[in-house]
């Protein structure tokens, strides 16, 4: 079971940023990253990377969105830039382990206009 701890959510105006924080307790040598899920909504996958920094983004974010991986402190961060309102969402970090998908809790970001 690996445990994942999310941080860094919060309330911010439009145009405003926020910097989410995943920690792992052990090295993660698969892909890690974000997804968010919206009220009413399903949830949506926003970006990922690999061990190596690959990056990858949901066409939303693009742009606006930065993922970035320090792998000696095993944990994951997501810069989010330009907040828009419909950014609005509980923010779930994940990382693949093998076969395995492992979820953080969940950490409310909430864009105001």
Do not use: H
């Amino acid at each position: 079971q690996v445990q994942l701890v999310e941080s860094g959510g919060g309330l911010v105006q439009a145009g405003g940023s926020l910097r989410l924080s995943c920690a792992a307790p052990t090295s993660i040598f698969g892909i890690m990253g974000w997804y968010r899920q919206a009220p009413g909504e399903q949830r949506d996958f926003v970006t990922f990377i690999t061990r190596d920094g690959s990056t990858n983004y949901a066409d939303s974010v693009k742009g606006r969105f930065t993922i970035s991986r320090d792998n000696a402190k095993n944990t994951v961060y997501l810069q989010m830039n330009s907040l828009k309102p419909e950014d609005t969402a509980v923010y779930y970090c994940y990382a693949r382990v093998g076969l395995k998908v492992y979820w953080g809790q969940g950490t409310q970001v909430t864009v105001s206009s």
